[in-house]
């Protein structure tokens, strides 16, 4: 493993964090290779296609060609350490790009110039505000054939705002790119740079009431004393740098990392992260100071779990400094694990490092009690110090798993908890109701790469189908029930006599069981064994072999014989005369009803609405979120949810998001109910 010293550029003001993310296919990977290359980190440039670039490691990520993890490099370029996070850009796989964020201080939108704004570009974008993150945004591909990068701009300017403004321009048909910030003077193939120097100063020194002053005498100040209020108007969002780029050709590539050195925040100059003390409402806030030799302060954004290696916890240093031989605390843990090895990573490369300070990206391995999320410490007052949680979008995709052979269950469930603790945006849960494993995500491509990598790297397969919908039978009206059982078979035989009436309960009131006999009719020792029998038939289901709930049984009489009556004898005629009752009740099969909230674009409402009346919704209300997004309350029968997120996607262009909760139990239509009936007549005759 190779060894080296990072002394050198231990100075926190030479780091700089910044994460690629966008739209997948808009180029990030291949940035991430092209900005390597040239600050000579690689030898020589990967490809995506042979499957030799040092992000996409994963053996899935090579055969798909498709990032699916979030990959950690790093380089050096003018004696400043610039740590990249490649993120994938699908929207199934949040749960690996979100976290990223907690990591950086600048989030660099990459745009293909071929295909435009997509829609993960400007999810992401607003994520990135929402953390307060410095943004910036990167055109790539600009030699693609056919395009207009003044009408992109343009494009930029009308979605993110007005403040986004070219750093460089492209000159020479698209083959090269020209500074506007330092430079005033000269030509782009849009024309006369200087236009977009004054607008990028302009943007800048209105942060600074002295700049303004001081610009409005002169007409100009040298870029180089913008420093100050540059950093300010990123931090603020009041400048969004946008850089022009080919991965493929180089063009820009040299420029884009003297903007990352030169204009982009070092850990000092950015906005602290939000750190809490304390859960909950009683939570207050906490800022992290970038000081190497205050106590440490470290976030663990990403955590990798290998059948082989183990355990690695991936984390950004925000406070103090972690060297080899740290004693360092997870969250309120009690007992320190001591750092054996740290690394930077290149990939699927591990670099050991003799020390990390605030703004660098660093790793640990086989510290099996680190988990995502976690703050590492060195003082125990720190011990309930946590990060604002991010606003990861709820996964409601879900897949029942089993494993193929069975007794095993216990490692089926080890190995998908496994998977679940490297990616937050994925829940297991067994379902009582149904008795089953379920696997939730955020979409059908989300799980099959999940089930992909359980097959491919724990070697375990397993069987997967729709969840059962956790259907409930009751009774809608008063009943009678009557059962007789007798058994002689030429020993001791079997008698018990059962009279029982039963009503229906409020939605939700569950099960309620009443003795009324009088007179010894069915002797005392013998009524637990009638309710028994009427339990069975609770758990069971009497017309489509689900649960009843929300009944009432009351015993009122019966018969018993002084030999012959036992336990069995009445558990059996409880358990037939509450069936011969339900029969009479009017019984229904209830279906779960959940709230659903789904978070559109405006122009997908009158799509979103009219879908989900077609699958018996009902519309509660609506509500607009901002940045051209509405809130659709309402509620449906889970039933009609099944690949629910796969239609959303496709009347949204992938930007549509939707929770559930489980509102209440209504029947279901006549025509749902025979169907389900005539199912459980052909599984009881089988």
Same mark, same amino acid.
């Given at each position: 493993?190779?060894?080296?010293?990072?002394?050198?550029?231990?100075?926190?003001?030479?780091?700089?964090?910044?994460?690629?993310?966008?739209?997948?296919?808009?180029?990030?990977?291949?940035?991430?290779?092209?900005?390597?290359?040239?600050?000579?980190?690689?030898?020589?440039?990967?490809?995506?296609?042979?499957?030799?670039?040092?992000?996409?490691?994963?053996?899935?990520?090579?055969?798909?060609?498709?990032? %699916?993890?979030?990959?950690?490099?790093?380089?050096?370029?003018?004696?400043?350490?610039?740590?990249?996070?490649?993120?994938p850009g699908g929207p199934d796989f949040l749960?690996?790009?979100?976290?990223?964020?907690?990591?950086?201080?600048?989030?660099?939108?990459?745009?293909?110039?071929? !295909?435009?704004?997509?829609?993960?570009?400007?999810?992401?974008?607003?994520?990135?505000?929402?953390?307060? %993150?410095?943004?910036?945004?990167?055109?790539?591909?600009?030699?693609?054939?056919?395009?207009?990068?003044?009408?992109?701009?343009?494009?930029?300017?009308?979605?993110?705002?007005?403040?986004?403004?070219?750093?460089?321009?492209?000159?020479?048909?698209?083959?090269?790119?020209?500074?506007?910030?330092?430079?005033?003077?000269?030509?782009?193939?849009?024309?006369?740079?200087?236009?977009?120097?004054?607008?990028?100063?302009?943007?800048?020194?209105?942060?600074?009431?002295?700049? *303004?002053?001081?610009?409005?005498?002169?007409?100009?100040?040298?870029?180089?004393?913008?420093?100050?209020?540059?950093?300010?108007?990123?931090?603020?969002?009041?400048?969004?740098?946008?850089?022009?780029?080919?991965?493929?050709?180089?063009?820009?590539?040299?420029?884009?990392?003297?903007?990352?050195?030169?204009?982009?925040?070092?850990?000092?100059?950015?906005?602290?992260?939000?750190?809490?003390?304390?859960?909950?409402?009683?939570?207050?806030?906490?800022?992290?100071?970038? $000081?190497?030799?205050? @106590?440490?302060?470290?976030?663990?954004?990403?955590?990798?779990?290998?059948?082989?290696?183990?355990?690695?916890?991936?984390?950004?240093?925000?406070?103090?400094?972690?060297?080899?031989?740290?004693?360092?605390?997870?969250?309120?843990?009690?007992?320190?694990?001591?750092?054996?090895?740290?690394?930077?990573?290149?990939?699927? $490369?591990?670099?050991?490092?003799?020390?990390?300070?605030?703004?660098?990206?660093?790793?640990?391995? /086989?510290?099996? $009690?680190?988990?995502? $999320?976690?703050?590492?410490?060195?003082?125990?007052?720190?011990?309930?110090?946590?990060?604002?949680? %991010?606003?990861?979008?709820?996964?409601?995709?879900?897949?029942?798993?089993?494993? /193929?052979?069975?007794?095993?269950?216990?490692?089926?469930?080890?190995?998908?908890? /496994?998977?679940?603790?490297?990616?937050?945006?994925?829940?297991?849960?067994? *379902?009582?109701?149904?008795?089953?494993?379920?696997?939730?995500?955020?979409?059908? %491509? @989300?799980?099959?790469?999940?089930?992909?990598?359980?097959?491919?790297?724990?070697?375990?397969?397993?069987?997967?189908?729709?969840?059962?919908?956790?259907?409930?039978?009751?009774?809608?009206?008063?009943?009678?029930?009557?059962?007789?059982?007798?058994?002689?078979?030429?020993?001791?035989?079997?008698?018990?006599?059962?009279f029982l009436r039963i009503e229906p309960l409020?939605?939700? !009131?569950?099960?309620?069981?009443?003795?009324?006999?009088?007179?010894?009719?069915?002797?005392?020792?013998?009524?637990?064994?009638?309710?028994?029998?009427?339990?069975?038939?609770?758990?069971?289901?009497?017309?489509?072999?689900?649960?009843?709930?929300?009944?009432?049984?009351?015993? @009122?009489?019966?018969?018993?014989?002084?030999?012959?009556?036992?336990?069995?004898?009445?558990?059996?005629?409880?358990?037939?005369?509450?069936?011969?009752?339900?029969?009479?009740?009017?019984?229904?099969?209830?279906?779960?009803?959940?709230?659903?909230?789904?978070?559109?674009?405006? @122009?997908?409402?009158?799509?979103?609405?009219?879908?989900?009346?077609?699958?018996?919704?009902?519309?509660?209300?609506?509500?607009?979120?901002?940045a051209g997004t509405v809130t659709i309350g309402?509620?449906?029968?889970?039933?009609?949810?099944?690949?629910?997120?796969?239609?959303?996607?496709?009347?949204?262009?992938?930007?549509?998001?939707?929770?559930?909760?489980?509102?209440?139990?209504?029947?279901?239509?006549?025509?749902?109910?025979?169907?389900?009936?005539?199912?459980?007549? *052909?599984?009881?005759?089988?």
């Amino acid at each position: 493993m190779p060894s080296r010293s990072n002394g050198a550029a231990a100075d926190m003001e030479a780091v700089r964090t910044l994460a690629l993310v966008g739209a997948a296919a808009a180029g990030k990977t291949s940035l991430a290779e092209a900005l390597l290359y040239k600050a000579g980190a690689i030898g020589a440039s990967g490809s995506i296609e042979r499957g030799s670039t040092v992000s996409d490691h994963d053996p899935l990520e090579r055969r798909l060609q498709h990032s %699916l993890n979030a990959s950690v490099m790093h380089l050096t370029h003018a004696a400043t350490r610039i740590h990249l996070i490649d993120t994938p850009g699908g929207p199934d796989f949040l749960g690996q790009s979100l976290p990223a964020l907690e990591a950086v201080e600048t989030v660099a939108v990459v745009i293909n110039a071929a !295909t435009g704004i997509e829609p993960m570009a400007v999810r992401m974008m607003d994520y990135a505000a929402s953390r307060h %993150l410095a943004r910036m945004i990167v055109v790539n591909k600009i030699d693609s054939q056919g395009i207009s990068l003044a009408g992109l701009l343009a494009d930029i300017q009308a979605t993110f705002g007005r403040e986004c403004l070219p750093l460089n321009l492209p000159d020479g048909v698209n083959r090269q790119v020209i500074d506007c910030f330092f430079n005033r003077f000269g030509r782009s193939d849009f024309g006369p740079v200087e236009a977009a120097h004054r607008a990028l100063v302009e943007q800048v020194v209105e942060v600074d009431a002295a700049f *303004v002053d001081r610009y409005l005498e002169e007409g100009d100040v040298d870029p180089s004393e913008l420093h100050a209020p540059l950093e300010q108007a990123l931090r603020e969002g009041h400048l969004i740098p946008v850089c022009f780029v080919s991965s493929r050709s180089g063009a820009g590539v040299a420029e884009l990392l003297d903007i990352i050195v030169k204009l982009l925040p070092d850990p000092t100059e950015a906005n602290p992260p939000d750190f809490l003390v304390g859960e909950g409402t009683e939570a207050q806030p906490m800022q992290a100071t970038p $000081d190497p030799s205050l @106590h440490v302060l470290a976030h663990v954004f990403k955590v990798t779990i290998d059948p082989y290696v183990g355990k690695m916890g991936i984390f950004r240093v925000h406070q103090g400094t972690v060297t080899r031989d740290s004693q360092l605390y997870i969250g309120d843990g009690r007992k320190p694990f001591k750092v054996g090895h740290l690394f930077m990573l290149q990939g699927k $490369d591990h670099i050991e490092v003799s020390h990390a300070v605030p703004g660098d990206i660093v790793a640990v391995a /086989k510290v099996d $009690d680190i988990h995502f $999320d976690a703050v590492l410490h060195d003082a125990a007052e720190d011990s309930h110090v946590h990060l604002a949680p %991010l606003a990861f979008p709820v996964p409601v995709y879900g897949l029942a798993v089993e494993p /193929k052979r069975r007794g095993d269950e216990q490692r089926a469930w080890e190995i998908l908890g /496994k998977l679940a603790a490297e990616d937050p945006c994925l829940r297991i849960e067994h *379902v009582a109701a149904t008795n089953e494993t379920v696997l939730y995500g955020l979409g059908e %491509l @989300h799980l099959r790469i999940v089930l992909d990598r359980l097959r491919e790297v724990y070697r375990f397969e397993v069987q997967t189908r729709a969840p059962h919908i956790a259907y409930r039978e009751t009774v809608t009206a008063p009943a009678a029930g009557h059962h007789r059982h007798k058994k002689q078979s030429g020993g001791a035989g079997q008698f018990g006599e059962v009279f029982l009436r039963i009503e229906p309960l409020a939605r939700g !009131t569950g099960f309620q069981f009443v003795d009324e006999v009088r007179g010894g009719t069915i002797p005392g020792q013998f009524i637990p064994a009638v309710e028994k029998g009427v339990r069975e038939v609770l758990a069971c289901g009497a017309i489509a072999g689900y649960p009843v709930v929300d009944v009432r049984v009351v015993v @009122h009489d019966g018969k018993h014989h002084s030999v012959d009556s036992k336990d069995i004898a009445f558990a059996t005629a409880g358990r037939k005369a509450f069936m011969a009752a339900i029969q009479e009740a009017q019984p229904v099969v209830l279906e779960p009803i959940v709230q659903i909230e789904i978070a559109v674009p405006e @122009h997908s409402v009158g799509d979103v609405v009219s879908d989900m009346s077609s699958r018996r919704g009902l519309i509660t209300g609506t509500s607009g979120t901002g940045a051209g997004t509405v809130t659709i309350g309402g509620q449906v029968p889970e039933a009609e949810l099944a690949n629910y997120q796969s239609r959303l996607n496709a009347m949204t262009s992938g930007q549509g998001r939707y929770t559930i909760a489980l509102s209440h139990y209504d029947a279901v239509p006549p025509t749902v109910q025979r169907t389900l009936m005539g199912q459980y007549k *052909v599984r009881d005759e089988d």
